[in-house]
């Protein structure tokens, strides 16, 4: 079976020197966070994932979920206990507010949590983790009424949340769904219609399950501008809050899929099932988003969740496994051979996937304490540059984890030769759990448009210069640090072609909108290794600092740095090649007409 240790030390090093969270303690909720309660946070998270739901992540992909005749669906052997104990701890409400039941911790805290989740048992992870989408959506959206009746119950765990957005004709264009909402009379809806893919749309670990859907209510106009949320509990809520009679809406079947076997992901019917409007009407999608962004962020931590478990079981292997001898001579001669770790190419595996995991860490933490600022700073400007970081950050994390976190999988399955490919050592379900990621809360080609055709023009491209401006000072007062110096290079490479790529769309997209289309890809990856660059700056930069005053571990100061070239040395590179990509636009790429396929 497969092994798991959560990094606890190194975030703790993350959030006591690279990015100080004492820093934060304006912020509600940041001064209760003390470092021996986040030490005893983290350690007990650890506890939870390591004992309790790694143990279950491969029998569970190996059982998946059922679903009885009744339509009901049971997840695998051990889930419900397992739920039991997650939502004992109180980690579904880690951050969410304390007036409504919750501890009121930074987000950054829940962020880091839903690592360690991830890696042990993503398909676990992601049953309390859709109840964070629904209740973003109901706590921005909804009414004091719903507010009341279902985010209490929504945090505590007693009941989950589910995302319903796809029909079977539509993912990415939600302007062609057809669920429809009849007005009931009353205050409820009629909502009718069949919805695929949902994760967690059925199962047996929560009392209710609380969907957020589109639909369209009858009458409503054409495309997204008709578009309407609604909140659909399984089970009806009585007046005094207990649960009634069962709602129209059932799992009319399981999908058979790749990976994450013990998520149950369900074709969902509504047949005339109660629903309540959330926000305005026709203007679901913008309520919707709220969810989606901060699922984006979820998915994008299951990129490095799945890429740091492989590696670490990648790691350990090699280690044991003895074949051939180093290049440069026997280095344990009284063995058979060596082990495989002295051989140059199975480092550049290892190396390449420690060097993405610790900076991705990084900023999932840097971007996770923006998400605080922006949700909890009283100071205006300060909330709005910190949406502002967010809401350009989110499709790179979601598309450039998501996307390196599954490559590295391969890589850490590669290092296992062919024991990598059998299912026993675990490592081929972290591929197929891995490649999801790509996929779902909006494709990674999608999150690439976002950035391109929505993200940088924003608000006149106030985001993105302020982004560079943040990188650009960072190298500014430090260059004069001859130690440091190695690795702000690589960075100022990486935003210049940045940059470049950045002025080329200008000059070239906007008359020709194909030619952002052509290379956005491209573009959200050169914007992912500048940020993972400017993470590894700021590492580098604690690193330097804790060495030399004795006061840390300076081996894993010196591996700190040496990640930190290994990154700017034979992956920052890759920034040219965006660039040159991005650069021949889109005549080429479209020539073929679509019958030459
Ligand atoms: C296991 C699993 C779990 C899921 N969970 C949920 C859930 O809980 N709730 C939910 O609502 N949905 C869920 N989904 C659905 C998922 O979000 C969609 O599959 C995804 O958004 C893509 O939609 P699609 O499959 O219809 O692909 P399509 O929209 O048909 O896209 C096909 C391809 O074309 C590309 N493409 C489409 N339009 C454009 C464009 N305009 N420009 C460039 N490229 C484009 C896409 O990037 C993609 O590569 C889940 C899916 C799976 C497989």
């Known amino acids: 079976m ?51 739901l790694l143990p279950l992540n491969q029998p569970g992909d190996r059982t998946g979920c059922i679903r009885n005749k009744d339509g009901s669906v049971a997840t695998p052997r051990g889930f419900k206990e397992a739920y039991r104990a997650f939502v004992a701890g109180g980690w579904v409400g880690l951050s969410a507010d304390p007036n409504l039941g919750g501890q009121g911790l930074p987000y950054t805290l829940a962020a880091i949590v839903n690592e360690f989740a991830s890696s042990a048992n993503m398909a676990f992870a992601m049953y309390p983790g859709l109840s964070q989408g629904a209740l973003a959506a109901l706590l921005t959206h909804g009414t004091d009424a719903q507010k009341k009746i279902f985010v209490p119950k929504l945090i505590s765990g007693d009941w989950s949340g589910t995302m319903n957005l796809t029909e079977s004709h539509c993912g990415t264009d939600l302007g062609l769904l ?27 670990l929560a009392e209710n399950i609380i969907h957020l859907v589109l639909a369209r209510i009858e009458g409503a106009p054409a495309g997204v501008k008709g578009i309407s949320l609604f909140v659909v509990p399984k089970i009806l809520i009585e007046a005094d809050g207990s649960l009634g009679a069962a709602n129209k809406v059932t799992c009319g079947s399981l999908e058979h899929k790749m990976g994450i076997h013990a998520n149950a992901t369900c074709v969902m019917n509504y047949d005339g099932a109660k629903g309540w409007l959330v926000g305005e009407p026709n203007r679901g999608l913008n309520a919707m988003f709220v969810m989606m962004n901060e699922a984006r962020l979820g998915v994008a931590i299951q990129g490095l969740a799945v890429s740091e478990v492989a590696y670490q079981n990648a790691a350990a292997y090699a280690k044991e496994r003895l074949q051939g001898r180093s290049l440069a ?9 060596d082990p495989i770790i002295v051989h140059p190419d ?23 304490l923006k998400s605080d600022i922006a949700h909890r700073s009283a100071d205006k400007s300060e909330v709005q540059a910190a949406a502002d970081c967010l809401g350009l950050l989110t499709p790179v994390l979601k598309g450039v984890l998501t996307d390196i976190g599954f ?29 999801i990621a790509m996929i779902y809360e909006g494709a990674n080609g999608i999150q690439a448009l976002d950035l391109v055709g929505r993200k940088l023009a924003k608000d006149g491209g106030r985001a993105v210069i302020a982004f560079f401006g943040e990188v650009k000072s960072f190298i500014k007062d430090n260059e004069g640090d001859a130690a440091l110096a190695p ?21 070239n997209a906007i008359a020709k909108p194909d030619n952002a289309g052509a290379g956005s890809y491209d573009y959200m990856h050169l914007f992912g290794l500048v940020a993972l660059g400017f993470m590894w700056a ?18 894993a100061m010196d591996a700190k740095l040496l990640l930190a070239k290994y990154f700017m040395e034979r992956i920052m590179p890759e920034s040219g090649a965006h660039l040159a990509r991005i650069s021949t636009g889109a005549a080429t790429m479209m020539a073929l007409e679509a019958e030459q396929f």
């Open 538 to 555: 700021q590492i580098a930069k604690a690193a330097l600092a804790i060495k030399p005053a004795g006061n840390g571990d300076a081996a």
């Open 2 to 52: 497969p092994s798991y240790k959560a990094p606890v030390e190194e975030i703790l090093f993350l959030l006591s020197d690279v990015f100080p969270i004492q820093r934060y303690n304006n912020l509600p909720g940041f001064a209760e966070a003390t470092p021996d309660l986040i030490e005893a946070i983290l350690s007990e998270a650890a506890k939870l994932c390591e004992e309790t």
């Open 407 to 435: 490559d590295n999988t391969v890589k850490a399955q590669q290092v296992l030769g062919g024991h990598g490919y059998i299912e026993e050592w675990g490592m081929e379900q972290f591929v197929r759990d891995a490649r």
């Open 346 to 368: 199975v480092r550049r595996n290892l190396m390449t996937i420690r060097a993405f995991n610790e900076a991705a860490r990084a900023l999932v933490i840097w971007t996770a």
């Open 487 to 507: 690795y702000l290079t690589g960075l100022k490479q990486g935003l210049a072609h940045l940059e470049q790529a950045t002025l080329w769309f200008m000059q």
């Open 178 to 204: 057809k669920a429809k909402a009849v007005p009931n009379g009353d205050a409820s809806y009629a909502v009718f219609g069949e919805k695929i893919f949902i994760s967690a749309g059925e199962h047996d």
């Open 329 to 337: 001579g026997p280095k344990y001669p009284e063995k058979p051979a």
